[in-house]
């Protein structure tokens, strides 16, 4: 969600957010994925390591 206003304070903040929040549920809003399950494991590969068969990491995510 963008403001448009700086927010002064946390309890401000947490106050902003349930507001948001409150209306999304009323609202019944969802959400509409750009991409299957199988087209984001392709895209989001490099957020994971490799796993050998040992349980040993072969690659770290980068």
Do not use: H
Not at 14 to 42: G, K, Y
């Amino acid at each position: 969600q963008c403001l448009s206003k700086y927010i002064e304070s946390k309890e401000r903040m947490i106050a902003e957010v349930a507001a948001w929040e409150r209306q999304r549920n009323e609202a019944d809003a969802t959400v509409d994925w750009q991409f299957t399950t199988a087209d984001a494991r392709v895209k989001l590969k490099k957020l994971y390591p490799v796993i050998g068969i040992d349980n040993k990491v072969l690659s770290e995510a980068k």
